[in-house]
């Protein structure tokens, strides 16, 4: 994925749900600081639209809690192996459904 597409995946869903939400204006939005997000394209976009960047800091999934269920993910589909785009998905949808709440 590149800086274009990520700001396609915005507009096809951030901004249809802030606007359903009514939250346009002063949203904070949180990413953290892959190079699409901090592009300064991106950025750019973001602030045109009126979106608060909430600052993050590099190196730091301890502050999102999501990286660890992100990792689990990872090495439970590594394990099995997929040999093909389809069973790739199977296997994430199997896995991800297996990863008990508490993780």
Known sequence: MNGAMYREILSENLLPSARALKMMHGCVFQHDNDP?????ATKEWLRKKHFKVLEWPSQSPDLN?????????????AQRQPQNITALEEICMEEWAKIPATV
Do not use: G, M, Q
């Open 65 to 77: 809690p999501i990286e660890n269920l992100w990792r689990e993910l990872k090495v439970c589909v």
């Open 36 to 40: 699409k997000h901090t592009a300064r």
